[in-house]
């Protein structure tokens, strides 16, 4: 299939159980984080997203939580379901950056039924 | 009725040609961007135009040209391509203070042979 030989970080998990998914992010002073996901063969898909002013959100069977002590953000999906399966991005914006989003390098995830 | 539209889908061309890729957007969003998608599933921004004007400008070989006739659609024109152009090319496009970031387009996978 189309990620074969990537080579991206992957979680493998089983269906029903919580994922973590984990994200360094490059600059201190970046104010606004979204999680997006991808499917094969589709373009890169809105999740969730927190500014800095919070360290946890909550969506549907989604949270994210912010730590910028240590520059980390994770995706916590909780009762992973198949459909869940695909290439998970965090993306960063700076201020005054002119809307500009740097994205990380994506972990794959895969939800074995 | 699809938010943000490329074309084409899928595009194979030889070394040394020159070719266009057309993104659309009918969400009313005011800024649209290109990002390129290496074979690592990397994402990278290429160009942003708010109100058809440049905003940002990465670090892109000079045969990449954007062209935004309105702020509904936002191209991509590539001369004498070469074999490292070879990726999936995305639109995408946001509204003001990123709520909710990028909608992106499904991708324009561009193979140069």
């Known amino acids: 299939g189309e990620n074969v030989g990537l080579h991206l970080p992957t979680l493998s998990v089983q269906e029903g159980d919580n994922s973590i998914i984990n994200c360094a992010y490059s600059n201190s002073a970046s104010d606004y984080f979204i999680w997006y996901k991808q499917e094969s063969g589709k373009g890169p898909q809105f999740i969730i997203d927190i500014r800095s002013n919070m360290d946890k959100r909550q969506g549907q069977r989604v949270t994210v939580l912010l730590n910028k002590t240590v520059k980390h953000l994770s995706l916590q999906i909780a009762a992973t379901q198949p459909g869940d399966s695909a290439v998970y991005f965090c993306a960063e914006n700076l201020p005054r950056s002119n809307y500009k989003l740097t994205f990380g390098k994506g972990t794959l995830l895969t939800v074995n039924p | 009725d699809t938010a943000v539209s490329q074309t084409p889908k899928y595009l194979v061309t030889q070394m040394g040609n020159d070719k266009s890729i057309k993104c659309e957007q009918n969400?009313?969003?005011?800024?649209m961007y290109w990002y390129k998608q290496d074979s690592k599933k990397f994402l990278k921004i290429m160009f942003s135009y708010n109100n058809k004007e440049l905003i940002i400008n990465e670090t892109v070989p000079n045969r990449f040209s954007p062209k935004s006739p309105d702020k509904a659609h936002l191209n991509l024109h590539i001369n004498s391509l070469e074999l490292g152009d070879s990726a999936v090319y995305f639109c995408?496009?946001?509204?003001?203070?990123?709520?909710?970031?990028?909608?992106f387009g499904s991708g324009t996978r561009l193979t140069v042979v």
């Open positions: 969400l009313g969003h005011d800024t």
């Open positions: 995408a496009s946001s509204q003001g203070r990123l709520n909710y970031g990028y909608t």
